[in-house]
Every structure is written in structure tokens, then in C-alpha cells.
């Protein structure tokens, strides 16, 4: 899911406000965990207003509710 969104800020040069680590325990490029550089609720402010997308918003809820982080 947040490949997806990375994927997305990589085309806008913006792929800095993720920290991208490999997940130790599982086979070298199958498996990786995202974690935010910047709080998420400053994404959930500013993302939707510079993508014109809520989805991106959507999938960071998402990912912070799956994580309990909100």
C-alpha cells in the first residue's frame, strides 16, 4: 500500500519525507517497512492540497490506524 504512495512521491522528488529501511528477518526484496520522517499529521494537511488526492491522505490514515499510531 505505501509502495504505492512512495512510488508516487518518488515522481515527485518529494521521496525524502519517507525513511525507507529493509525489515530484518525477511528475504532481501520481498519485504519492506515504511516508516515517516515527518509526522503524519502534517501529511494528512498538506499532501491532499499539493496532490489534489485524497487517497494519499486515505492510505496514511490507513497505514497509522493498521499501526495503531492514531
Same mark, same amino acid.
Request: aromatic share 12%; no cysteine.
Given at each position: 500500500?505505501? %509502495?504505492? +504512495? /512512495? #512510488? /508516487? @512521491? %518518488? #515522481?515527485?522528488?518529494?521521496?525524502?519525507?519517507? #525513511? +525507507?529501511?529493509?525489515? &530484518?528477518?525477511? /528475504?532481501?526484496?520481498? *519485504?519492506?517497512? *515504511? !516508516? @515517516?520522517?515527518?509526522? @503524519?499529521?502534517?501529511?494528512?494537511?498538506? +499532501?491532499? =492540497?499539493? @496532490?489534489? %488526492?485524497?487517497?494519499? =491522505? #486515505?492510505?496514511?490514515? !490507513?497505514? &497509522?490506524?493498521?499501526?495503531? %499510531?492514531?
Amino acid at each position: 500500500m505505501l %509502495r504505492r +504512495f /512512495r #512510488d /508516487r @512521491l %518518488r #515522481d515527485l522528488e518529494l521521496s525524502n519525507v519517507l #525513511d +525507507f529501511e529493509q525489515h &530484518a528477518g525477511y /528475504r532481501e526484496g520481498t *519485504y519492506y517497512e *515504511y !516508516e @515517516l520522517a515527518v509526522p @503524519l499529521g502534517m501529511l494528512l494537511e498538506v +499532501f491532499p =492540497s499539493i @496532490l489534489h %488526492r485524497e487517497e494519499i =491522505s #486515505d492510505l496514511l490514515y !490507513e497505514e &497509522a490506524r493498521q499501526k495503531n %499510531r492514531i
